[in-house]
């Protein structure tokens, strides 16, 4: 390694200690790096550092300016036992050289080596036992969120290298004492309590006692302009920060939020028979978070909106809060507690948060039909990328973390909780319960993977896990149900179930559900034990012949199940809720299949449904659907007729309904799919009048929707995104809308300038309004002017993957190409592809997923 001596003079050392650090080296005769230095974490890199490396704790100090645009100097003191190697240890730091101001090594200041992304510490100036490393620095920006009141991090998957060098690999966990000094007015929270603050003219210093033990990507600390609102729910007191300022809001939501809290912390520590396992427990309402919810230890950080909903809420929107709060709450034990040994076992902590919020929404909301929110939550959402030519297995290798963001998505979320219920279902709940606990114990403050978890649940159970487990998490795709049903004199003298991989293969998926057979005056439902790949259903035969058979009819199965065509007219008479949303779900993936029913006839079949289904999770099911072949699966010329019809069903079944949510979805529908005069014109009405229709409560976040809806239509009224937005109140707001208005111009000159402003990072910075801003520009009634746009969009995919969160390349995707139907927009997602024999294999899989709507509408609507 060549050392670049005369910069030592410039940090200040004297020519003698010069020397004797260039003796240093010469006595040591340090070799080459052993180890590669490579861009990224790979995980030969966090595997050799967890061998040598214990006992770590970071000090850090931010200097935070109130203007975003000024930088945040930073100094921090790492301390760590160290095992002997003749090797430079590596230090990760995501940002450039010039960062780096001054290092020193057990108090002797070192000369900087930066390489690809690491700062290296040349293990002559370490030595075995305790070390401290001294850097000070220049924060880095790309994960500070940085906003002209407030910042936050969001450092998962190995984002906090971005912001401070540090060792980032989930298994090298560590404590983290923090020192803030921000503007006087700000507001501050961390992972660990306060120790205590000190003003000095217009700045605030906030020190915060050491953290308990986690990883870098679980640091976290926020600091602005925020409202404080602290309770003491069950004994354990509690802060919230906020910025919103709808006092509607706060007056139905607040209190709510933290006995949301309270409850599930409640049922969390009798399932795991562990007391809460940290410090305190906080939460931020940031505006316009990436995500729904990050679980930082005791300091979740959620997005505003998801917390605070007003008096025009739906049922839905009330129990997806709650189910949020029960995920994050539920991480505090799953991947907080005990956290993976390396992300490509991030599933592993999804899973369990989903599993674990599910049971603590049985709880909670005991008025909801927790299988019917399962069952509508997860199984499309699964379906959506499982039946995909991009689909991922739930177990995925991972060889360097700067791939990690890539692992997210639909499978991870959706289908692994499904996996979950038939692991509960084959084990027993009982014995699923007692092995995890055994799990959380054993591996308590540590980290585990999923074949630690394995060998623990094998012991409680005689079931062959690990045959299971082979098929559902380390393979992609779902399989495919095909039935025969013979009778005779009335009977059923036979009925064959076979099953095969969607692909053609001959994989089996082991799993149980339940098959109705539905007759004029009840229903028989039968379990179906789904061993092999075809099976006998010995219990059905003798049964009188079914008027006709609902597949999945519990919603326990995953595949693609068959459809029973008689069963289409007759939806609206099955009584069980539950049946009724597997029944849809099969009549869409078989659509998409073109099995069974055409797009337009499911459009009809729906549309009839509207003002009979009398579930509101159901309904938000069925209007979601039927969006979806409107916009998506019907060409622009018939687009027209449809739409007439289902408007006047839409609003029809509106005014009858009495129920207010479902009266709420029905008015998006309307308001989602109108076209005609009459429907523009009313929704003007509404919109200019702030009148709503009788029963349904809209807000401000309503009408600047319906402001938007009204744009993107080219409603011939001047200012109308203009006037919206001196109605709103919250600046937060008031800055989304002003973002995305050039994006819904009806000037194509500003649409262009707006998509050309998408090549800066800088652009870009706001994740959630991108997103929002592009699914307005590629709005169907926009393709024929934005599928410009596309090739420049795909070209930008790396860099999204790069520069944004992990979310945002799949977003970014779906945003852009989620209304396209033509063959030519599917051609130009496979020329792309094939003009990259190299692409990056996750992205393309990415892609993959988010045009398979493109790809099967293409086939669907412009077949021969």
């Given at each position: 390694?060549?050392?670049?001596?005369?910069?030592?003079?410039?940090?200040?050392?004297?020519?003698?200690?010069?020397?004797?650090?260039?003796?240093?080296?010469?006595?040591?005769?340090?070799?080459?790096?052993?180890?590669?230095?490579?861009?990224?974490?790979?995980?030969?890199?966090?595997?050799?550092?967890?061998?040598?490396?214990?006992?770590?704790?970071?000090?850090?100090?931010?200097?935070?300016?109130?203007?975003?645009?000024?930088?945040?100097?930073?100094?921090?003191?790492?301390?760590?036992t160290w095992q002997k190697i003749n090797?430079?240890?590596?230090?990760?730091?995501?940002?450039?050289?010039?960062?780096?101001?001054?290092?020193?090594?057990?108090?002797?200041?070192?000369?900087?080596?930066?390489?690809?992304?690491?700062?290296?510490?040349?293990?002559?100036?370490?030595?075995?036992?305790?070390?401290?490393?001294?850097?000070?620095?220049?924060?880095?920006?790309?994960?500070?969120?940085?906003?002209?009141?407030?910042?936050?991090?969001?450092?998962?998957?190995?984002?906090?290298?971005?912001?401070?060098?540090?060792?980032?690999?989930?298994?090298?966990?560590?404590?983290?004492?923090?020192?803030?000094?921000?503007?006087?007015?700000?507001?501050?929270?961390?992972?660990?309590?306060?120790?205590?603050?000190?003003?000095?003219?217009?700045?605030?210093?906030?020190?915060?006692?050491?953290?308990?033990?986690?990883?870098?990507?679980?640091?976290?600390?926020?600091?602005?302009?925020?409202?404080?609102?602290?309770?003491?729910?069950?004994?354990?007191?509690?802060?919230?920060?906020?910025?919103?300022?709808?006092?509607?809001?706060?007056?139905?939501?607040?209190?709510?939020?933290?006995?949301?809290?309270?409850?599930?912390?409640?049922?969390?520590?009798?399932?795991?028979?562990?007391?809460?396992?940290?410090?305190?427990?906080?939460?931020?309402?940031?505006?316009?978070?990436?995500?729904?919810?990050?679980?930082?230890?005791?300091?979740?950080?959620?997005?505003?909106?998801?917390?605070?909903?007003?008096?025009?809420?739906?049922?839905?929107?009330?129990?997806?809060?709650?189910?949020?709060?029960?995920?994050?709450?539920?991480?505090?034990?799953?991947?907080?507690?005990?956290?993976?040994?390396?992300?490509?076992?991030?599933?592993?902590?999804?899973?369990?948060?989903?599993?674990?919020?599910?049971?603590?929404?049985?709880?909670?909301?005991?008025?909801?039909n927790y299988n019917l929110q399962f069952?509508?939550?997860?199984?499309?959402?699964?379906?959506?990328?499982?039946?995909?030519?991009?689909?991922?297995?739930?177990?995925?290798?991972?060889?360097?973390?700067?791939?990690?963001?890539?692992?997210?998505?639909?499978?991870?979320?959706?289908?692994?909780?499904?996996?979950?219920?038939?692991?509960?279902?084959?084990?027993?709940?009982?014995?699923?319960?007692?092995?995890?606990?055994?799990?959380?114990?054993?591996?308590?403050?540590?980290?585990?993977?999923?074949?630690?978890?394995?060998?623990?649940?094998?012991?409680?159970?005689?079931?062959?896990?690990?045959?299971?487990?082979?098929?559902?998490?380390?393979?992609?795709?779902?399989?495919?149900?095909?039935?025969?049903?013979?009778?005779?004199?009335?009977?059923?003298?036979?009925?064959?179930?076979?099953?095969?991989?969607?692909?053609?293969?001959?994989?089996?998926?082991?799993?149980?559900?339940?098959?109705?057979?539905?007759?004029?005056?009840?229903?028989?439902?039968?379990?179906?034990?789904?061993?092999?790949?075809?099976?006998?259903?010995?219990?059905?035969?003798?049964?009188?012949?079914?008027?006709?058979?609902?597949?999945?009819?519990?919603?326990?199965?995953?595949?693609?199940?068959?459809?029973?065509?008689?069963?289409?007219?007759?939806?609206?008479?099955?009584?069980?809720?539950?049946?009724?949303?597997?029944?849809?779900?099969?009549?869409?993936?078989?659509?998409?299949?073109?099995?069974?029913?055409?797009?337009?006839?499911?459009?009809?079949?729906?549309?009839?449904?509207?003002?009979?289904?009398?579930?509101?999770?159901?309904?938000?099911?069925?209007?979601?659907?039927?969006?979806?072949?409107?916009?998506?699966?019907?060409?622009?010329?018939a687009r027209t007729v449809l739409v007439?019809?289902?408007?006047?069903?839409?609003?029809?079944?509106?005014?009858?309904?009495?129920?207010?949510?479902?009266?709420?979805?029905?008015?998006?529908?309307?308001?989602?799919?109108?076209?005609?005069?009459?429907?523009?014109?009313?929704?003007?009405?509404?919109?200019?009048?702030?009148?709503?229709?009788?029963?349904?409560?809209?807000?401000?976040?309503?009408?600047?929707?319906?402001?938007?809806?009204?744009?993107?239509?080219?409603?011939?009224?001047?200012?109308?995104?203009?006037?919206?937005?001196?109605?709103?109140?919250?600046?937060?707001?008031?800055?989304?809308?002003?973002?995305?208005?050039?994006?819904?111009?009806?000037?194509?000159?500003?649409?262009?300038?707006?998509?050309?402003?998408?090549?800066?990072?800088?652009?870009?910075?706001?994740?959630?309004?991108?997103?929002?801003?592009?699914?307005?520009?590629?709005?169907?009634?926009?393709?024929?002017?934005?599928?410009?746009?596309?090739?420049?969009?795909?070209?930008?995919?790396?860099?999204?993957?790069?520069?944004?969160?992990?979310?945002?390349?799949?977003?970014?995707?779906?945003?852009?190409?989620?209304?396209?139907?033509?063959?030519?927009?599917?051609?130009?997602?496979?020329?792309?592809?094939?003009?990259?024999?190299?692409?990056?294999?996750?992205?393309?899989?990415?892609?993959?997923?988010?045009?398979?709507?493109?790809?099967?509408?293409?086939?669907?609507?412009?077949?021969?």
């Open positions: 390694m060549v050392w670049n001596f005369p910069k030592i003079i410039r940090y200040g050392i004297t020519p003698l200690v010069c020397l004797s650090l260039a003796i240093a080296c010469s006595r040591h005769s340090l070799p080459a790096n052993l180890l590669m230095v490579e861009t990224g974490v790979s995980q030969t890199l966090a595997k050799a550092r967890k061998q040598i490396i214990s006992q770590l704790a970071y000090s850090l100090k931010f200097d935070i300016p109130a203007q975003k645009n000024q930088p945040i100097p930073a100094t921090e003191t790492i301390t760590f090797d430079s240890l590596q230090l990760d730091f995501k940002e450039e050289r010039a960062h780096i101001q001054n290092v020193s090594v057990n108090e002797t200041t070192i000369p900087v080596v930066f390489k690809q992304e690491h700062l290296l510490i040349p293990a002559a100036f370490l030595k075995p036992g305790t070390n401290t490393v001294s850097i000070q620095f220049i924060a880095g920006n790309l994960s500070l969120n940085r906003n002209d009141e407030y910042l936050y991090t969001l450092l998962v998957p190995d984002r906090a290298r971005t912001v401070f060098p540090c060792f980032d690999q989930p298994d090298l966990k560590a404590t983290f004492q923090v020192s803030l000094t921000i503007p006087a007015g700000w507001q501050a929270m961390t992972n660990a309590p306060m120790k205590d603050s000190s003003v000095t003219g217009g700045r605030k210093t906030v020190n915060f006692l050491a953290s308990d033990r986690i990883p870098t990507y679980l640091f976290s600390f926020v600091a602005g302009k925020f409202t404080p609102v602290t309770r003491t729910p069950n004994g354990r007191p509690m802060t919230l920060l906020h910025r919103e300022t709808d006092s509607t809001k706060l007056r139905l939501s607040t209190d709510l939020l933290f006995s949301l809290h309270a409850d599930a912390l409640r049922f969390l520590e009798d399932f795991t028979q562990i007391p809460y396992p940290f410090q305190k427990f906080d939460f931020v309402a940031v505006p316009d978070f990436q995500y729904g919810g990050m679980e930082h230890t005791g300091a979740i950080d959620y997005r505003s909106s998801a917390l605070f909903l007003d008096n025009g809420a739906t049922r839905d929107q009330r129990l997806s809060r709650a189910h949020v709060i029960a995920h994050e709450t539920a991480h505090m034990w799953f991947g907080d507690l005990v956290t993976m040994r390396w992300f490509d076992d991030v599933w592993l902590k999804e899973v369990f948060a989903n599993f674990m919020a599910d049971k603590i929404m049985e709880v909670s909301s005991p008025d909801a069952v509508v939550d997860h199984f499309p959402a699964a379906y959506g990328v499982d039946r995909t030519e991009g689909a991922n297995p739930i177990g995925q290798p991972l060889v360097n973390l700067q791939e990690a963001g890539s692992l997210y998505g639909g499978i991870i979320y959706h289908k692994a909780p499904i996996m979950m219920r038939q692991l509960e279902q084959l084990m027993g709940k009982t014995a699923l319960r007692d092995g995890l606990r055994e799990y959380l114990k054993k591996y308590a403050s540590d980290n585990a993977s999923w074949t630690d978890l394995i060998s623990i649940l094998d012991t409680h159970t005689p079931a062959d896990l690990q045959t299971w487990n082979r098929v559902w998490v380390n393979e992609t795709g779902r399989p495919k149900f095909t039935y025969q049903l013979d009778k005779q004199a009335g009977k059923i003298s036979r009925f064959v179930i076979s099953q095969t991989a969607e692909d053609g293969s001959s994989r089996l998926w082991p799993q149980s559900f339940e098959l109705a057979l539905v007759y004029p005056d009840h229903v028989d439902e039968v379990m179906v034990n789904m061993n092999q790949p075809q099976i006998m259903l010995t219990e059905a035969v003798g049964k009188p012949a079914p008027s006709f058979v609902v597949f999945n009819a519990s919603g326990q199965g995953y595949g693609i199940f068959p459809v029973d065509t008689a069963m289409i007219s007759a939806l609206a008479t099955l009584k069980n809720p539950v049946t009724r949303a597997s029944a849809y779900i099969n009549l869409y993936e078989n659509m998409l299949s073109g099995q069974a029913v055409t797009p337009a006839q499911l459009a009809t079949t729906y549309q009839n449904l509207l003002s009979h289904e009398p579930e509101e999770l159901n309904l938000r099911l069925l209007t979601s659907q039927l969006s979806d072949i409107i916009w998506t699966l019907t060409k622009p010329e007439a019809s289902v408007e006047q069903e839409t609003w029809r079944a509106m005014e009858q309904e009495t129920a207010a949510g479902k009266k709420k979805l029905l008015f998006r529908l309307y308001q989602n799919i109108a076209l005609s005069t009459e429907a523009r014109d009313r929704l003007y009405a509404i919109w200019n009048d702030q009148k709503a229709p009788a029963g349904v409560t809209l807000t401000e976040d309503d009408y600047t929707s319906l402001a938007l809806a009204l744009a993107i239509r080219d409603y011939p009224v001047e200012g109308i995104l203009t006037k919206q937005l001196t109605r709103i109140k919250n600046p937060d707001r008031r800055k989304r809308l002003e973002f995305m208005m050039p994006a819904l111009s009806s000037n194509g000159a500003e649409r262009d300038a707006f998509f050309a402003s998408m090549a800066s990072e800088t652009n870009r910075e706001h994740e959630a309004w991108v997103t929002a801003a592009l699914g307005y520009l590629h709005h169907p009634l926009r393709m024929e002017t934005s599928a410009k746009y596309l090739p420049k969009s795909l070209d930008l995919l790396e860099e999204i993957q790069r520069t944004g969160d992990i979310f945002f390349p799949e977003s970014w995707l779906r945003s852009i190409l989620s209304s396209y139907q033509t063959p030519e927009t599917a051609q130009l997602v496979r020329k792309f592809l094939a003009d990259r024999p190299d692409y990056n294999a996750r992205l393309r899989a990415k892609l993959l997923q988010a045009a398979d709507g493109t790809f099967r509408a293409s086939k669907l609507v412009y077949r021969p």
